[in-house]
């Protein structure tokens, strides 16, 4: 039945894409085929099929495609090196890759050539100067465009590989640092020219050829200083091709893996794309607006080049991120052993054996055979028929850039055993929540931690369950507010017992609960302590009522701490039985209205509801129930209107004590101050508390790293809002985490209704280093009033980055002088006391601190307006 479901989920993509007709050229922002119409490119790149990387090789020390190569001609001679190469080039991607991209929704590949697969090295040339051109290269290609033409798909050409190798992180570009590179021998230059002409002499009048990758990711530091020869060589790659072929696409990437376009612009050729690469980074609505202006500013189109090796989260949201930026992408790899690409392919023991001798990890000895047998299993385990397709990668970048709906992952029955590490297909907050579902730069974070079965971002291991059922996997590293939905179908309303299957280490398992349809359906419930994390215990829980019909389980962690295996459903009874009760509280958007989740549907007529039945409290203030109704969305579902004001930060409860809501014959079950959940759309932060950088009110001006959880890339005039509930009037003292290299950052705190603000504070951060070493630096005391309202953080000068701020309540003495006030905080103070006298402006000053015998501990005199005294060896009491 699974085949089914992955044979409906293609069926469901497939009317995304359309046919694209003649040849691929540019149209201002847009790539547009023969008829005009704009196409987004959808692809692939090879990976180490023609070009192999040390990751992708797990090779180790022999990192680069040559210097594999070169070993394994030591382990097993030139003839059988050989003999795995053909191999190796006709298993690893074929027709049937194609076929299968194409029927997933891809509209493109982009092969990863090596230049040596087409013509000698500089060195090996027999002539020097000449070009000796080899078969295998133009072959492979040869077939690759007839694969791609027969399923209307484009090939985008991409030098990966350039004679001499272009960039000095060897392993991508195959550069030996023995030997001169691309950028260090205008023979390699001229042999690069001469092999763009022949391909695209070879491949001219080719429609299904999208375009010409110059050269991938270049990471080369020039004596230049700039990318002057970079602009050279691509002018003249251009040049040639242009000699044989005006039909498609030139398309340049940056210095510095791509990125970096500084003196490649204006474009030097009227079909011309910008390229870039993608990896580790946010993906935020701002996240590519630095090569969007690259665009804007030169009316050319975009490629993402290259992207990947990420979670299926990240995915998704950079390839909705460059949809929605009329942006086509390339993905990287097409297969590996690993489980964030479109084919999985499994490592055999002896190859593993073999690397880990290679690099002398392992002391044993192969026999020449065994090693070659070694690598010819890896080259077989490449065989499209023998890869396990990752359709949880496929839909991550096919359907739900495009999708909030969630499929089932497999088919389950409510009765069996539904296996938690079989969530449904997904959007992130949509399928699944989990703390960590991507990399987005910063210190390293799995995405899956048990780094197994998806690539998603719930935790998945194997598992070790010699009693109970499995499919071999279970979910772990629990924590709480994750969650996970499941998609059934019950044959009809009844009672069941839940059965959880769970193991943990702890004293005690996660706490959880169950919705359906979106409805609470049960209480909080607990999970038991195992004794160990494969462990493995059922624990069960009566009277769970799931309704009849297409369903969506949600199993929600209120807290962490178990390994789970699976859960189900047995015993099923009639629900007359069970208590018609109230489930869950809550209020969303606005705070408008509160919905009442209750056990049973609702059977009473819309016309007998009375709102007088109900009461709604916010902080212990009775507000009037304007109304009550049944939700449109579910029969389970009570909406109660109100003509009350609902903050974020409010104590809100609700009570029933009446008759007019009934299911059949059952009233339900009176409740006093139930408490409502809130979940508004405006949030106001609570004062005093700390706020994080990122949830601010309007950005103007800031840039954010880090996933977006801090900011940076100030200038003056920038800002940031956001909205407050203070408690209590008072002084509040600004704690800001901080990191910048600059001595004269200011920032001014201001507060006001949105529109107005006025200015209590400017800080002068003090540099703490560098960019990423965080310190938190406070400013003096400042008067806030109580309630609503908002603060800005405007940018007076210089660059800073933040993390977060906090306001925390503090005790400030105002003095009266017979020459004004001065201001003495913290007050009580441990480390440090601050005297300020800014409303005596050019006043000559003197303190003195005593003890209560009226000693001088110590004085300062001047006419500064701010005085900071150490007191940290100062003895606890009163001065």
């Known amino acids: 039945m699974k085949k089914k479901i992955n044979l409906l989920l293609l069926a469901i993509l497939l009317p995304l894409f359309a046919t694209a007709q003649g040849f691929l050229h ?252 993608k990896y580790w980074s946010g993906t935020g609505e ?82 020449e055979d065994e090693m070659f047998q070694a690598v010819l299993d890896w080259a077989e385990n490449h065989k499209i028929e023998n890869c396990e397709v990752k359709y949880d990668v496929i839909d991550a970048m096919i359907r739900q850039p495009h999708s909030n709906e969630t499929l089932p992952f497999t088919e389950h029955q409510l009765t069996e055993p539904i296996y938690f590490s079989d969530f449904d297909y997904g959007r992130k907050e949509y399928a699944y929540d989990d703390a960590d579902a991507g990399y987005y730069g910063g210190d390293w974070t799995a995405w899956n931690n048990g780094w197994s079965l998806r690539s998603d971002g719930v935790d998945i291991e194997t598992i070790d369950d010699e009693t109970g059922p499995t499919n071999g996997y279970n979910v772990g590293w629990t924590n709480d507010d994750e969650w996970m939905l499941y998609s059934l179908t019950a044959d009809s309303t009844a009672a069941y017992t839940l059965e959880v299957r769970s193991a943990t280490n702890n004293s005690s398992g996660c706490d959880f609960h169950l919705e359906i349809n979106g409805v609470v359906v049960s209480d909080v419930l607990s999970l038991p302590g195992t004794g160990g994390w494969q462990s493995w215990q059922n624990a069960t829980y009566e009277n769970i009522i799931v309704p009849e019909g297409d369903i969506k389980i949600k199993f929600y962690l209120d807290k962490g701490g178990s390994n789970l295996s699976y859960f189900n459903f047995i015993n099923p009874k009639s629900t007359e039985s069970v208590e018609f009760r109230t489930m869950a509280a809550k209020s969303f958007g606005s705070g408008d209205s509160i919905m009442i989740d209750l056990s049973k549907a609702v059977t009473s007529l819309p016309g007998d509801l009375l709102a007088s039945d109900f009461d709604i409290t916010v902080n212990g203030e009775s507000v009037g129930v304007t109304g009550v109704s049944i939700s449109s969305e579910s029969p389970y579902v009570l909406v109660l209107t109100h003509n009350g004001t609902i903050f974020s930060d409010n104590d809100v409860k609700v009570s029933y004590s009446g008759s007019s809501v009934q299911h059949e014959s059952q009233n339900l079950t009176a409740f006093t101050d139930y408490p409502v959940t809130l979940d508004l759309a405006i949030v106001y932060w609570s004062i005093p508390g700390l706020v994080q950088v990122e949830d601010y009110v309007e950005n103007f001006g800031f840039g954010f790293e880090n996933a977006g959880t801090t900011s940076g890339y100030t200038d003056p005039g920038d800002y940031l809002t956001y909205r407050i509930s203070v408690a209590d009037a008072g002084y509040y003292q600004i704690n800001y985490r901080v990191a910048t290299i600059r001595s004269n950052a200011k920032l001014i705190f201001q507060t006001g209704d949105g529109t107005d603000y006025t200015s209590l504070d400017t800080i002068t951060f003090t540099s703490t280093g560098g960019w990423s070493d965080w310190e938190t630096q406070s400013s003096k005391p400042i008067y806030l009033e109580s309630g609503y309202y908002f603060i800005k ?47 005596n402006p050019e006043q000559s000053i003197s303190v003195s601190i005593m003890n209560t015998e009226g000693r001088v501990l110590n004085y300062v005199s001047g006419i500064n307006s701010e005085y900071r005294l150490d007191i940290s060896n100062y003895s606890e009491g009163l001065y």
Not at 152 to 172: S, T
Not at 335 to 354: E, H, Q
């Open 286 to 367: 701002g996240d590519l607006d630095w090569v969007i202006e690259l665009r804007d500013d030169y009316n050319v189109p975009l490629w993402l080049g290259e992207a990947g090796e990420n979670g299926n989260a990240w995915f998704t949201e950079t390839i909705s991120l460059s949809e929605r930026n009329n942006i086509g992408w390339s993905w990287w790899p097409v297969k590996k052993n690993d489980l964030n690409c479109v084919w999985f392919v499994d490592m055999p023991g002896n190859y593993d054996t073999l690397m880990k001798v290679w690099n002398d990890e392992l002391d044993v000895t192969m026999t």
């Open 26 to 277: 540019t149209d201002g922002h847009n790539i547009v085929n023969g008829d005009g119409e704009s196409v987004i490119l959808r692809g692939i790149g090879t990976g180490n099929w023609m070009i192999m990387e040390g990751y992708l090789m797990k090779s180790g020390e022999y990192g680069t495609h040559t210097e594999f190569k070169n070993r394994l001609i030591e382990s097993i001679g030139v003839e059988k090196t050989d003999s795995f190469y053909n191999v190796w080039l006709d298993n690893h991607f074929t027709r049937a890759d194609v076929d299968s991209m194409k029927a997933w929704g891809f509209n493109s590949v982009r092969p990863a050539m090596h230049y040596k697969w087409f013509t000698l090295p500089i060195e090996e040339e027999p002539v020097a100067g000449e070009n000796t051109w080899l078969d295998k290269g133009f072959q492979l290609m040869d077939s690759l465009v007839v694969w791609a033409s027969d399923n209307e798909m484009y090939v985008i050409f991409d030098m990966h590989g350039a004679p001499g190798g272009q960039g000095a992180n060897k392993e991508i570009s195959d550069y030996d640092p023995t030997k001169p590179s691309l950028w260090e021998s205008q023979e390699n230059k001229d042999k690069t020219v001469a092999l763009w002409r022949k391909i695209a002499e070879r491949y001219a009048d080719e429609p299904w050829v999208g375009g010409y990758d110059l050269i991938n990711e270049t990471n080369w530091t020039f004596p230049e200083g700039n990318n002057s020869q970079m602009r050279e060589l691509f002018g003249d790659i251009t040049d040639a091709i242009r000699e044989v072929d005006t039909n498609h696409m030139i398309i340049i990437e940056g210095n510095s893996w791509a990125n970096d376009h500084s003196g490649l612009t204006p474009p030097w050729d009227d079909n011309f794309v910008y390229s870039f690469h």
């Open 793 to 839: 953080l405007l940018v007076l000068s210089s660059e800073h980055n933040l993390d977060w701020f906090e306001l925390e309540t503090t005790t400030a003495s105002v003095e009266k002088t017979e020459k004004g006030e001065l201001m003495i905080y913290p007050n009580p103070a441990s480390d440090y006391l601050m005297f300020d006298f800014s409303e």
